[in-house]
């Protein structure tokens, strides 16, 4: 009876002196559990990374899959033909490899430089679709871009080229812009826009 006392008060004085422990200090949510907000920016910063970089503009980029309506023109020709009117429109608004350039950084912001001026933004990159989502002002524009090295394409519809350019350039009523509405008239499935090069 008298050891069982002893151990009894023994056991007690134990519990009583114990320190209490913080279980904080062994257990971190935060680092334990992964949620899906975690895993999915995990993988837009990724798609990111594949396009991150600082892109000069080179040239007028022109990608055609529909058949054009201007008669029997080849695919070659059609292209052609098209660079060609791009490139002068292009010209008239200052866009060459001098003043314009693209930022894409790695966590998912845009910077441009047009004419002097610059805009930027978000956007995220799907490496599946080959498609560039660029917000500005929350306003989502989308084209279809691949890299290729040291090469970054950035093609949109031809009706959407249209109003960036419009807007970039202040003069929706250009003879320019004019000049080249009529290749969203007479091209169907052609995605026009920038053939970009790295710095």
């Known amino acids: 009876m008298r050891q069982f006392l002893f151990t009894l008060v023994l056991f007690l004085g134990l519990c ?38 600082v892109w000069q503009y080179d040239k007028p980029y022109v990608h055609a899959d529909g058949a054009s309506v201007m008669g029997k023109l ?19 608004l200052k866009i060459n490899k001098r003043w314009s350039s693209m930022t894409l950084t790695e966590d998912g912001e845009w910077k441009m430089k ?22 500005w002002h929350g306003i989502p524009l989308k084209s279809h871009t691949h890299r290729d090295g040291k090469k970054l394409y950035i093609a949109f519809d031809m009706d959407r080229l249209l109003v960036v350019l419009s807007f970039i350039s202040g003069m929706s009523s250009s003879e320019t ?6 290749l969203s008239q007479n091209f169907r499935n052609v995605t026009v826009g920038f053939e970009m090069k790295a710095l």
């Open 114 to 135: 047009v004419l002097g001026l610059s805009f930027g933004g978000s956007y995220d990159y799907d490496p599946e679709q080959q498609q560039l989502t660029l917000r």
């Open 16 to 53: 009583c002196n114990a320190q209490e422990v913080d279980s904080t200090a062994y257990f971190d949510p935060d680092e334990v559990f992964v949620v899906a907000e975690d895993v999915g920016e995990a993988e837009r910063l990724a798609a990111c990374q594949m396009v991150a970089g």
């Open 177 to 182: 812009l004019k000049s080249l509405s009529f």
């Open 74 to 92: 080849g695919k070659p020709i059609a292209k052609s033909k098209i660079k060609k009117n791009l490139d002068k429109a292009y010209k008239k």
